[in-house]
C-alpha cells in the first residue's frame, strides 16, 4: 500500500526565500509528525498533529517555522526567512491512534533543503 | 523527562559475525521503545517495537531486541550479520502516550565482506 509521501525530494534555495514542504500521510492515520534530521543535532521532532486537536509546536525552533494540517490529511511546513542553519532533512512521519498506544510512526523518505 | 543514548556512534563487524547495538533510555513511566533503520537517501523503516507485551521482541530482517528494566536497556542484536545490514539504526522511546519520537544518536553499522 501507499506509505508516506514527501514532496519535494530535494530543495534548494537561497537564504532568506519562504519554503514550503509537503507531506501526505497514509491515508486513515490521525497522528501526523514532523521531525528534522541533520548532522549536528540528530533527529528532532518539531510538531504533532493529532486529529482535530491543537498541534504540539513544542519543538518548533523559532518562530520562521510554522505548519499546517487541512482537512485532517495533507500537512505543509513552511520555513520563512531560510537561514543556512535551516540546511537538513525534513522527516514526516504518520501514525494510527486506535488500537494501542504503541503504534509505531511510518516514515515518509524526507525532504533534503539545502539553503545556499 | 525520557532520553535514549545509544553507545558506540559507529560499530563494524565481519559479514556472518554477531551484531549487537546498544541503547539504554531514561523514563519515570513505562516505555514505549522502537528501533528503526535508515538506508542513506531513505527515511526511517521500524525495525521492530516494544510495548510491554513480551521483554523479547522480534523483528524485520531477522533482529531481535531484550527489554531489560534491571538495566533501563532494549539493545538489538541479530546473530549473523549480512552485508545488506549496513546502515544506520536508531533507538527512539515515545514520548508520552501519544506523543513524538525521542531518538538516540543514532549507531552507523559497517559490515565487512
Known amino acids: 500500500g501507499a506509505g508516506v509521501s514527501q514532496s519535494p525530494s530535494n530543495k534548494v534555495t537561497e537564504k532568506g526565500k519562504d519554503v514550503e514542504l509537503r507531506c501526505d500521510p497514509i491515508?486513515?492515520?490521525?497522528?501526523l509528525y514532523w521531525y528534522r534530521q541533520s548532522l549536528g543535532q540528530g533527529l528532532e521532532f518539531l510538531i504533532y498533529?493529532?486529529?482535530?486537536?491543537?498541534?504540539?509546536k513544542s519543538g518548533l525552533p523559532s518562530d520562521r517555522f510554522s505548519a499546517e494540517r487541512t482537512g485532517g490529511s495533507v500537512s505543509t511546513l513552511t520555513i520563512q526567512r531560510t537561514q543556512q542553519e535551516d540546511s537538513a532533512v525534513y522527516l514526516c512521519?504518520?501514525?494510527?491512534?486506535?488500537?494501542?498506544?504503541?503504534?509505531?510512526?511510518?516514515f515518509g523518505d524526507g525532504t533534503r533543503l539545502s539553503i545556499l | 523527562a525520557q532520553s535514549v543514548t545509544q553507545l558506540g556512534s559507529h560499530v563494524s563487524v565481519s559479514e556472518g559475525a554477531l551484531v549487537l547495538l546498544r541503547c539504554n533510555y531514561s523514563s519515570s513511566v513505562p516505555p514505549y521503545l522502537f528501533w528503526y533503520v535508515q538506508y542513506p537517501n531513505q527515511g526511517l523503516q521500524l525495525l521492530l517495537k516494544y510495548t510491554s507485551a513480551a521483554t523479547l521482541v522480534k523483528g524485520i530482517n531477522g533482529f531481535e531486541a531484550e527489554f531489560k528494566k534491571s538495566e533501563t536497556s532494549f539493545h538489538l542484536t541479530k546473530p549473523s550479520a549480512h552485508m545488506s545490514d549496513a546502515a544506520e539504526y536508531f533507538c527512539?522511546?515515545?514520548?508520552?502516550?501519544?506523543?513524538?519520537?525521542?531518538f538516540g544518536k543514532g549507531t552507523k553499522l559497517s559490515v565487512k565482506p
Open positions: 498533529f493529532q486529529g482535530n486537536s491543537a498541534p504540539d
Open positions: 491515508s486513515g492515520h490521525t497522528a
Open positions: 512521519a504518520s501514525s494510527l491512534t486506535t488500537g494501542g498506544l504503541g503504534q509505531p510512526q511510518h
Open positions: 527512539a522511546v515515545k514520548r508520552g502516550s501519544q506523543g513524538n519520537l525521542i
